[in-house]
């Protein structure tokens, strides 16, 4: 490929790549350019060797996007199944590469007798993404374990920052523009690991109970608004079922939008706006989408 200058590289770069293969709402048109880096040194040769404006999509599992039916023109840089060291450190600590599933991590918490990310078992995405959108759940944030992280930028550049770098915020957080993570180190205490595993159990039973797990979707939706919540309006608005083409809004949690087998990510972000729109009317308040729109013709 032309536009790559890099030589030597070791990881898999495909073009053309269907990324409704890569999200868990199952939609998405072509990457012009799909890489999973071997490891951290052979994803910084391919940094380096891009064009400077080559514009950069950084996935992880792809529970939190929504990616327009014209794909992506662009490079996707995929971590999840390549950048997955996950190792305890002293002084308990516990590192993790990007790529790394946050639920292995919760796991892998536990048995080691570290508490304080049982919340991560319940969330279908990788670290970095969980970095990237401070996600949370059950009152627990990824960014109030967070010691220091690793991050990269286009230039392949890999810089040590300390959580003071970043100013976290409800499914955000700001810190240095132009850098992605590459890994993470977390402070958590030392607790009973076979208790942690009991909580991880009971999370993921409740939200069995209260969400459509198992169907594609990209978890809610919506920010919940101050002193409310998304959920609970979207549902005042009699709004649970309401479809557009394979899209639905889930019968069992309202601020899911499930694609019932054939949607496209046009039918996704109309129903997005639907539901926004109709909100809006009747109650005044406008919701936000917490899930992240990329390109395509609906931005
Ligand atoms: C059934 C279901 C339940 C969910 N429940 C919750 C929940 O309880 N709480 C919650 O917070 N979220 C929840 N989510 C949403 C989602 O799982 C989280 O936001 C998760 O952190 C996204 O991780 P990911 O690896 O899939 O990120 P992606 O969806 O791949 O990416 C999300 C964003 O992060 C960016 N990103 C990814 N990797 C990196 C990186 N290495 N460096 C910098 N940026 C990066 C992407 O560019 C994108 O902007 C749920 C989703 C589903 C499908």
Avoid at 100 to 124: M, N, Q, Y
Avoid at 140 to 153: K, N, P, Q
Avoid at 193 to 215: C, F, K, N, T, W
Avoid at 216 to 235: K, M, Q, T
Wanted: include cysteine.
């Amino acid at each position: 490929m032309e536009q790559f200058r890099a030589d030597g590289l070791r990881g898999e770069l495909r073009q053309h790549e269907p990324l409704s293969g890569h999200t868990s709402w199952r939609v998405g048109g072509p990457a012009r350019v799909f890489y999973r880096p071997a490891d951290r040194d052979d994803l910084a040769n391919f940094l380096a060797g891009l064009p400077a404006d080559e514009p950069l999509l950084w996935l992880g599992l792809g529970s939190n996007v929504l990616i327009g039916d014209a794909g992506f023109a662009g490079t996707v840089i995929q971590t999840q199944g390549c950048l997955s060291a996950l190792e305890r450190r002293d002084g308990n600590l516990v590192y993790a590469e990007a790529g790394t599933s946050c639920a292995k991590l919760a796991r892998f918490a536990a048995r080691h007798d570290l508490t304080g990310v049982e919340f991560l078992a319940g969330i279908p995405g990788t670290m970095g993404g969980a970095l990237a959108m401070n996600a949370g759940a059950w009152g627990g944030e990824t960014w109030e374990r967070v010691l220091r992280v690793h991050t990269i930028d286009r230039h392949g550049r890999i810089r040590e920052r300390g959580a003071e770098d970043f100013a976290p915020a409800y499914r955000e957080v700001k810190g240095p523009a132009g850098e992605w993570f590459l890994d993470v180190e977390l402070a958590l205490e030392p607790g009973d690991g076979a208790a942690a595993m009991v909580s991880i159990r009971e999370l993921l039973d409740r939200r069995a109970l209260s969400q459509p797990i198992g169907l594609p979707s990209c978890g809610s939706v919506f920010r919940n608004p101050p002193d409310d919540f998304a959920a609970r309006l979207i549902e005042s608005q009699g709004l649970k079922g309401y479809r557009i083409g394979g899209a639905q809004v889930s019968e069992k949690h309202a601020n899911f939008i499930i694609n019932t087998g054939n949607a496209t990510a046009a039918d996704i972000a109309g129903l997005i706006d639907h539901v926004r729109d109709q909100v809006e009317d009747r109650t005044g308040i406008r919701l936000h989408t917490e899930v992240k729109r990329i390109a395509g013709d609906f931005s």
